[in-house]
């Protein structure tokens, strides 16, 4: 184990505590909190036609940041996949991804059928090639 010297405990002392602070400024978004006031998450991946096409895919992000203004929609999160270290258990084949939050089942059916939905994909389905759901309630 490294020794330190005054200097530098001082200085680790220092960041520990700026971290410290950080995360108790940060907002709770524990797992019980999530499960507590948003109990169904819907997931989406979505496969680009053309996966090369920045346009295509600036489009679909645009289309489903239109989402939002469904009500039941209580967070959406819209996301392209990271640039994490490849590994065999990460999937890097899709394009595009829309994480979405509701209070219950009849709220994610009322999304399904809300007709901004419905003009989201009569708008952008000629976008993808694939599109893979994850309906997820906590365990």
């Known amino acids: 184990m490294k020794k330190l010297n005054r200097r530098n405990f001082i200085g680790a002392t220092a960041m520990l505590s700026v971290g410290t602070v950080a995360a108790s400024a940060m907002p709770t ?22 996966p090369d096409s920045k346009t295509d895919r600036d ?5 489903l940041k239109t989402l939002s203004k469904i009500k039941e929609i209580k967070g959406l999160h819209v996301g392209v996949v990271a640039d994490t ?40 389905s000629h976008l993808w090639d694939k599109v ?8």
């Open 59 to 63: 489009q679909l992000i645009a289309g």
């Open 85 to 124: 270290e490849k590994r065999d258990v990460v999937d890097q084949s899709w394009g595009v991804s829309e994480l979405m939050f509701f209070d219950d089942l009849v709220g994610q059916k009322s999304y399904q059928d809300h007709p901004i939905h419905q003009e989201f994909i009569k708008n952008c």
């Open 132 to 139: 893979v759901v994850y309906d997820i309630v906590e365990a």
């Open 29 to 50: 978004t524990t797992a019980t909190t999530m499960k507590k006031n948003y109990p169904i998450v819907h997931h989406v991946f979505f496969w680009m036609k053309n």
